[in-house]
């Protein structure tokens, strides 16, 4: 007999993309006996399947029905956009705070771990989708999943873990957008003083809000696919000529620290992981794909993109730092000399590969926020549309206080990156194989994910302290990165 579980709670909206499932929002797929399909409505209560039911329902991948689904090309696009951000130009800064040998072995391996994280959450999703009946779950979801099919002591917690994941989710994905924000503003000023305009970094983010306001409105992942692989494009080759810069009389290895110091390896470990900032959108992408089994394979979409990511981060970081030292800034970009017309290209390029990625990042927490307010007004894509208006604007004022780019970028990824990426994953691993018991390697698999959740548990709270500490005694200098 199979073990009991508790009714599925349905009062929590959920990480859906409600605009790209053909009009079924939310709606279960099961395959019955006689090989229908039955879609169930979301008010129906989904129940665990046990091991005999389990034998007539149909892969969760083989029952979505998508609207608009994504190749394996958009998806890889959508990867690297969602990971070539202002992470990978606050590098330098994050091997300044490590130094040059542990912070390019620490990338590498932080790189291993996070690719690990991400396929950790795609498989329990996975396993989860077919426990329960359903063809796609978003993160919030499968935490929640995870906990109810968990033991019993841990299922009355299900709800406020969904509500936990969710939480973080916005406050790393806005904290996301309000760097993005303010990085494309402090560089087009940059830019503008070239040309002989003289302008605040407040005044270019008031500038931006159209363009951005605009970018937002789009409610679909596929239509975000152009502006996507036009980030990457322009990432790419801002990369590729910011390289010129740093490759040219380059000094000896001796000549930056091999070893930080220990007090401020929080502040590396909170900039690497705000570096590795795809985590927030691996399974929107992954249930929005037309071929999701190439998502987690081992040429698939996930370690490709992840693998040309990581080398792009170490290679940034140890020639970024071995150039510039201890001068590094919180973006390379405003290390490159400002009198120099191809650095000004550069600056160009990043900002508006970055400004590009704006949106990717904010469809994350709208898909999360349009469905818990919108549910209170009876034009609800009227009540979105004011919702996303209002969100650009809260990262605009948020962007406008940030007093220092490099320590913010840190305390992101202390705070937000570090949990969702390093520490939930893994317990929401131990969680889906509560029920299997007598799994072969369970014990290895068990301290596997322990050290793995204490690794990021540890990071959470150094990262933030010092993160903190950073930007409280530093709030008041001035800063190449603020307003001024």
């Not at 330098?92 to 790189?111: C, Q, R, S, W």
Request: charged share 10%.
């Amino acid at each position: 007999m199979a073990p009991k579980f508790r009714d599925v709670d349905q009062t929590t909206p959920l990480l859906l993309d409600c605009n790209n499932n053909n009009g079924r929002c939310g709606n279960d797929v099961r395959r019955i006996g006689n090989g229908s399909i039955v879609h169930i409505e979301r008010n129906d209560k989904p129940s665990p399947l046990d091991a005999h039911y389990g034998t007539m329902l149909v892969d969760p991948v083989d029952g979505r029905t998508l609207e608009h689904p994504t190749t394996n090309l958009d998806t890889l696009m959508h990867m690297l956009n969602g990971n070539l951000g202002t992470g990978i130009l606050a590098m330098p800064d994050a091997f300044k705070n490590a130094g040059l040998y542990v912070g390019f072995f620490g990338t590498l391996a932080m790189g291993v771990i996070c690719t690990h994280c991400m396929h950790l959450l795609v498989r329990c999703s996975h396993i989860l989708c077919r426990r329960y009946g359903r063809p796609s779950l978003s993160y919030a979801e499968v935490g929640y999943y995870a906990l109810d099919s968990g033991p019993s002591w841990a299922q009355p917690l299900a709800t406020s873990f969904r509500r936990l994941i969710n939480t973080f989710l916005i406050v790393m994905q806005l904290g996301l957008c309000c760097v993005y924000y303010l990085f494309v503003a402090v560089n087009l000023r940059e830019l503008l003083e070239y040309l002989g305009v003289q302008v605040s970094v407040l005044t270019v983010l008031g500038y931006l809000l159209i363009p951005l306001t605009l970018m937002n409105m789009v409610r679909s992942l596929k239509l975000l696919t152009p502006t996507s692989l036009t980030a990457s494009v322009l990432a790419i080759a801002g990369l590729a000529i910011a390289f010129l810069f740093l490759l040219q009389d380059l000094p000896h290895s001796a000549s930056v620290r091999p070893v930080s110091s220990w007090s401020t390896l929080p502040l590396y470990f909170g900039t690497v992981m705000y570096a590795f900032e795809g985590i927030g959108v691996v399974l929107p992408l992954e249930n929005n794909m037309a071929n999701p089994r190439d998502f987690i394979a081992w040429n698939g979409v996930l370690n490709t993109g992840m693998t040309i990511v990581v080398c792009l981060y170490s290679a940034v970081g140890f020639y970024g730092y071995l150039k510039y030292g201890e001068q590094a800034q919180g973006s390379v970009t405003l290390n490159l000399p400002n009198d120099n017309l191809l650095a000004q290209i550069v600056r160009l390029l990043m900002a508006v590969a970055v400004l590009a990625s704006y949106a990717l990042q904010f469809y994350v927490p709208m898909t999360i926020l349009a469905p818990v307010v919108t549910k209170h007004f009876h034009h609800r894509h009227c009540a979105e549309y004011v919702l996303r208006l209002v969100t650009v604007l809260l990262t605009f004022v948020l962007a406008a206080i940030i007093p220092n780019l490099g320590t913010f970028i840190s305390l992101v990824g202390a705070v937000s990156t570090s949990t969702l990426a390093l520490v939930f994953p893994p317990l929401i691993d131990l969680l889906t194989l509560w029920p299997d018991g007598d799994r072969p390697g369970r014990r290895w698999i068990v301290l596997k994910d322990a050290l793995i959740i204490a690794f990021g548990a540890c990071g959470f709270f150094f990262g933030t302290a010092k993160s903190l500490a950073t930007i409280f005694g530093t709030s008041g200098e001035d800063d190449t990165s603020g307003l001024h």
